[in-house]
């Protein structure tokens, strides 16, 4: 298949991270609004133009005090840096729809080069006869090095929001005409 562009279908994808609460538990979230420039042969992605952005403000933990404080300048700090964006600058095959892409992250006004494993899940015709293919994608960040460092230290020892951000990512996009 050639190169060609997509178009994310946000009713049919997710952007989901957790991150280690009291050290004891989780805490997972989700953001609702993202878009992404995909441009792409989703039988080989070694080529692949890729460009993600993520709305910060959409940020939703199931706890409307929660999502904004993490909107507040203790974290994200919406106002002043409203998007997280990757872009992709290598992608190394590791396997059969397997690979490794390494890209630009910039959130709160740091940029980093960080690496997520990447699936090429499939791809097929939906009853209309829109091309569709579905991509997923797992990493982690370490709030520290995006200047995230808001945090408390508990009574027993630790802290209270772990450094380390999983994040886990479910995308089907639809070619472009």
Same mark, same amino acid.
């Given at each position: &298949?050639?190169?060609?562009?997509?178009?994310?279908?946000?009713?049919?994808?997710?952007?989901?991270?957790?991150?280690?609460? &009291? &050290? +004891?538990?989780?805490?997972?979230?989700?953001?609702?609004?993202?878009?992404?420039? +995909?441009? !792409?042969? #989703?039988? *080989?992605?070694?080529? !692949?133009?890729?460009?993600?952005? +993520? *709305?910060?403000? =959409?940020?939703?933990?199931?706890?409307?005090?929660?999502?904004?404080?993490?909107?507040?300048? *203790?974290?994200? %700090?919406?106002?002043?840096? #409203?998007?997280?964006?990757?872009? /992709?600058?290598?992608?190394?095959?590791?396997?059969? $729809?397997?690979? %490794?892409?390494?890209?630009?992250?910039?959130?709160? $006004?740091?940029?980093?080069?960080?690496?997520?494993?990447?699936?090429?899940?499939?791809?097929?015709? %939906? #009853?209309?006869?829109?091309?569709?293919?579905?991509? =997923? /994608?797992? $990493?982690?960040?370490?709030? =520290?090095?995006?200047?995230?460092?808001?945090?408390?230290?508990?009574?027993?020892?630790?802290?209270?929001?772990?450094?380390?951000?999983?994040?886990? &990512? %479910?995308?089907?996009?639809?070619?472009? !005409?």
């Amino acid at each position: &298949m050639a190169k060609t562009k997509w178009a994310v279908d946000a009713s049919h994808s997710a952007v989901e991270f957790s991150v280690k609460h &009291m &050290m +004891i538990a989780k805490v997972k979230g989700s953001f609702h609004e993202f878009s992404a420039e +995909i441009e !792409a042969d #989703p039988n *080989d992605l070694t080529t !692949a133009s890729i460009r993600f952005d +993520i *709305d910060l403000s =959409s940020v939703d933990t199931r706890n409307g005090d929660r999502d904004a404080h993490l909107r507040s300048a *203790d974290f994200f %700090d919406t106002e002043k840096y #409203p998007k997280l964006t990757f872009d /992709a600058t290598r992608i190394v095959k590791k396997g059969d $729809g397997e690979y %490794d892409v390494t890209g630009n992250v910039t959130l709160h $006004g740091v940029t980093r080069a960080e690496t997520f494993a990447v699936t090429f899940e499939g791809g097929g015709k %939906d #009853p209309w006869g829109n091309e569709k293919v579905g991509f =997923s /994608a797992t $990493g982690s960040l370490k709030r =520290s090095d995006y200047g995230l460092t808001y945090n408390a230290v508990l009574e027993t020892g630790g802290v209270l929001i772990g450094d380390e951000v999983k994040v886990s &990512m %479910d995308i089907e996009a639809a070619k472009l !005409a």
